[in-house]
């Protein structure tokens, strides 16, 4: 990456939305010709990273991520036997179909509407010996007693895809029939997954993210207290594809000794991820204790306080550029962390040298995070997001702490402890807003005529814009 007036704009500290990317020549066929696969470590086909936090990234995250070509990072507040539970959830799901809701014929309407709001499809399905006999969907549940059984209110004409069948195949035989999803079945008939009307369009242009034995990856976090290096230790032995080892402030010694134990407990195969910093001498020191990847900024988080809590902290752009510098120049990596809004974000962020960049809250309001889903007085649903050191975060993670010592803890809050995230028209699920953004990435990629991510931060150029620049960017039209 090289700044349209470097003379001038090396010497500035910038935000996202103080740069640009200036357009040149591309020469490929088609932007489905670009390759966005990360270069950190092999399985991922894109860069985007379900952030680990305790709103965003659970079970449901984990898995959807992966089948659509990304990674979900474990929060480290959750128990080993919960991680160990999704791990093993997600390393038996199907990597290209979504693991179904299901219910017996037997089964209540007041099950089906415990289950139905989990997933973006709206469809339970009803099994019999393995095989779909009805469907339940919301409106199936409209007006109707909820001790009613699911075989009196089901829809027995249902339309069935086969396993088999080609991703183009699956989209013509959900138009053609005018159903938004359907069960999906092996050659016996038994239910393998459920396909909505685009995931086979999906399909066709992500990739799973999968581990060396074929199934779909997951990641996990560790904070630095004293079992650390043992934690690591069992969630390399779940199967999980990396470890992040996680605190507000990376550069202290006390990340840097955490961080070698449990180097030393995971061994030298299992990717190391270690943050978070915002400079070239805490990338140094965090690669030097043993991290192969490291995670960088400070405060540009929506749900964080830390910048106007205590000032500290460096526009993200900056933060990034310099830690992949340090990084690159040791044959290392970073991900950026915190403070994607538009797609541009996520590429910026590539251009700075991030090879993959970790998102929050653009995905906590969504039916695959973690969480009850709400609805406000005026009819809109959401969800609730907090930051990870917040007053409630602390309070969970201290929860075995004496009360005194709990109430100290807790005046060392930098993050909001809660904020409703609205299911956007159209963005309800992961997969809508994460091809949003790969879409934008590679478009990205073309406007500036790089096939990969080694040619994009090799030829891309950025420029300082004004305010008033950033601003003639965003959409401004009226609606009539």
């Not at 955490?258 to 001498?281: H, I």
């Not at 929506?302 to 690159?328: D, I, K, N, Y």
């Not at 044959?331 to 040298?353: E, F, I, N, Q």
């Amino acid at each position: 990456m090289r700044f349209l007036h470097p003379e001038r704009d090396e010497l500035l500290e910038l935000a996202l939305e103080d740069v640009f990317i200036v357009p040149d020549l591309f020469e490929g066929g088609s932007r489905l010709d670009v390759d966005l696969t990360p270069d950190d470590f092999a399985g991922g086909s894109h860069p985007i990273v379900a952030a680990n936090m305790n709103a965003v990234t659970g079970k449901r995250m984990a898995e959807t991520m992966a089948r659509l070509g990304g990674l979900g990072v474990l929060p480290q507040d959750m128990s080993l036997a919960t991680v160990e539970r999704i791990v093993a959830h997600v390393h038996a799901a199907h990597p290209r179909f979504d693991t179904p809701l299901v219910v017996g014929p037997d089964a209540t309407l007041r099950d089906v509407q415990g289950l139905i709001h989990k997933r973006a499809h709206d469809m339970v399905v009803v099994l019999e010996d393995h095989r779909p006999v009805g469907i339940l969907t919301g409106a199936d549940l409209l007006e109707r007693d909820q001790y009613t059984p699911a075989a009196h209110a089901m829809s027995v004409d249902v339309v069935t895809l086969s396993a088999s069948d080609e991703p183009r195949a699956m989209y013509e035989t959900l138009r053609s029939n005018r159903v938004r999803s359907a069960p999906v079945v092996d050659e016996r008939g038994h239910l393998v997954g459920i396909v909505g009307r685009l995931d086979p369009v999906r399909q066709s242009i992500l990739e799973p993210a999968l581990d060396g034995e074929g199934r779909l990856q997951i990641a996990a976090a560790v904070g630095i207290n004293a079992g650390s290096a043992k934690r690591a230790a069992a969630l390399v032995e779940m199967g999980v594809s990396c470890v992040v080892v996680d605190t507000a402030h990376g550069h202290q010694r006390k990340m840097l000794d955490v961080l070698a134990e449990v180097r030393k407990a995971v061994g030298p195969s299992v990717p190391l991820v270690a943050g978070n910093v915002c400079t070239a001498r805490g990338t140094r020191a965090l690669l030097d204790a043993g991290a192969d990847i490291v995670k960088v900024n400070v405060g540009p988080g929506a749900m964080c306080t830390t910048r106007m809590q205590t000032g500290v902290g460096r526009p993200s752009f900056s933060s990034v550029l310099a830690c992949a510098r340090e990084a690159h120049s040791r044959g290392a990596k970073v991900w950026a962390d915190g403070g994607v809004k538009h797609p541009r974000d996520v590429a910026l962020y590539l251009a700075a040298g991030a090879s993959r960049v970790m998102v929050g809250t653009a995905l906590a309001g969504t039916f695959e995070s973690p969480g009850d889903l709400r609805t406000d007085p005026e009819g809109r649903r959401f969800k609730e997001n907090y930051g990870m050191a917040s007053a409630r975060a602390v309070s969970d993670r201290t929860e075995k702490d004496d009360a005194f010592t709990r109430a100290r803890k807790g005046f060392f809050r930098e993050g909001i402890s809660t904020s409703k995230i609205y299911l956007r028209n159209g963005f309800e699920s992961v997969a809508d807003i994460v091809v949003d953004m790969i879409s934008g990435v590679r478009s990205t990629f073309t406007y500036v005529g790089a096939s990969d991510l080694d040619s994009l931060r090799e030829r891309v150029v950025v420029g300082v814009q004004t305010p008033s620049g950033y601003g003639e960017g965003t959409p401004h039209g009226r609606e009539r």
